[in-house]
């Protein structure tokens, strides 16, 4: 079985255990924007019986890989299918111009939820002989999924100001689920660099409004939020919407937590 990106794998893990062997195409520190398949990956998709990506536009290069691969026999599914495309960060709005709303889903545990119950579903149906053991492993992994979501939701409680500043679109599925307020992006459209005058107006959003935090991640350069950083003072934290792209986050519910607590940390500094 082949992904694109770890969450899916991860999530295809825990629900296939010993049942299933899944290699991502990206690991947690790529862009999967800028993405290029390298000859393996074309490799692994022929000899694939099933192909995972999220879909909503985020892994456009994903068309061109499945046709090259020339396996008319894949089986390609699309783990976002039944989220809501409404949800983002506005009414029509769409930071990556990909139709549908905002890719970047599973950052919302509900819709990770979701996505590990087609994949269970997908499980059972293909392998009935182990069914009963991935429904078994869909509850488990539901329910420490819902237990860390309610202490999360717990430790952000006594957390006032959420306001945020964020350099790339990746996070309104993450701050509408729990709560925090993206004030402004560095980049608002993906593969686009932003103008001074854009550069100078999130300064001044960050001056005015003495928003506290700058958002990166690990995948991107850090001299554009580090430059915000230094004229406004504000606290620079990089977070990963991958899970592996900063250590301590190898798995989706270690990513969930290092996400919160750490933007929680970060948020209630004095400093």
Do not use: C
């Amino acid at each position: 079985m082949v992904v694109t990106i770890p969450v899916l794998k991860d999530f295809a893990e825990e629900i296939g255990g010993s049942h299933v062997h899944v290699v991502s195409l990206l690991s947690g520190y790529q862009n999967v924007h800028t993405y290029s398949p390298k000859p393996s990956d074309l490799v692994a998709v022929r000899k694939a019986r099933v192909f995972i990506q999220v879909g909503m536009g985020l892994e456009v290069w994903v068309g061109a890989l499945v046709r090259n691969a020339g396996n008319p026999g894949l089986l390609v599914v699309t783990a976002s299918e039944h989220i809501a495309r409404e949800a983002g960060p506005a009414p029509g709005a769409d930071p990556h111009g990909h139709g549908g709303g905002n890719p970047h889903v599973w950052l919302d545990p509900e819709n990770a939820k979701v996505m590990v119950g087609q994949i269970a579903a997908l499980f059972a149906k293909s392998d009935p002989a182990h069914a009963d053991e991935y429904r078994v492993n869909h509850d488990r992994y539901v329910h420490e999924i819902d237990a860390l979501e309610a202490e999360l939701s717990g430790r952000l409680q006594r957390v006032t100001d959420r306001r945020i500043v964020v350099h790339h679109p990746a996070w309104p599925h993450f701050a509408e689920r729990f709560g925090f307020e993206v004030a402004g992006e560095i980049i608002t459209q993906s593969g686009a660099e932003p103008s001074a005058r854009h550069m100078q107006a999130l300064i001044r959003t960050i001056r005015e409004g003495r928003i506290r935090v700058i958002v990166s991640e690990p995948q991107l350069n850090q001299k554009l939020p580090q430059m915000l950083a230094r004229e406004t003072a504000a606290r620079l934290v990089v977070l990963t919407a991958m899970p592996g792209g900063v250590p301590g986050t190898a798995t989706y519910l270690d990513m969930l937590r290092y996400n919160v607590t750490t933007l929680a940390e970060a948020l209630e500094s004095k400093d």
